[in-house]
């Protein structure tokens, strides 16, 4: 069974600027990574199907696979963690979260579904619907 990540996306109001942030760090030749200051002492159960799962605005909105844990040295000479990502988000039934620093262990059975397949497939709700549904931090 998998286990994943769960991290505050600080900077980051909607899933479309997180997008909109990593398409420019893959047009400018970026590979997608978060640099963390620890490395997870978990990483086998990561590595194994797990996913970070991002914070957006108080709520838990996306998520994207881990491909790798990598060591890496920080600007001032430190190690540190490059979570390497797909460059696939998916949004995810969230609920609200409580801030944090740094991340989080979140356990499969803890995490939050795909939005895919859920209450009616993959049909995007009626405008207004989509507006009062944004405007609680839903969508």
């Avoid at 540190?80 to 979140?106: K, M």
Wanted: include cysteine.
């Amino acid at each position: 069974m998998a286990l994943h990540l769960i991290k505050l996306c600080v900077g980051v109001d909607r899933v479309e600027q997180l997008a909109a942030h990593q398409r420019r760090r893959l047009a400018a030749g970026q590979r997608l990574y978060h640099r963390t200051r620890h490395m997870p002492r978990r990483a086998a159960e990561i590595l194994d199907g797990g996913s970070l799962y991002w914070v957006i605005r108080g709520v838990v909105r996306v998520r994207q696979r881990i491909l790798a844990l990598e060591p890496a040295v920080n600007a001032d000479g430190r190690t540190c963690c490059d979570i390497v990502l797909d460059g696939e988000l998916v949004r995810v039934l969230g609920g609200p979260h409580r801030p944090f620093q740094g991340w989080r262990y979140l356990a499969d059975e803890k995490a939050p579904p795909d939005q895919v397949g859920h209450g009616g497939g993959d049909a995007a709700p009626p405008p207004e619907m989509a507006a009062e549904l944004r405007e609680l931090g839903l969508l």
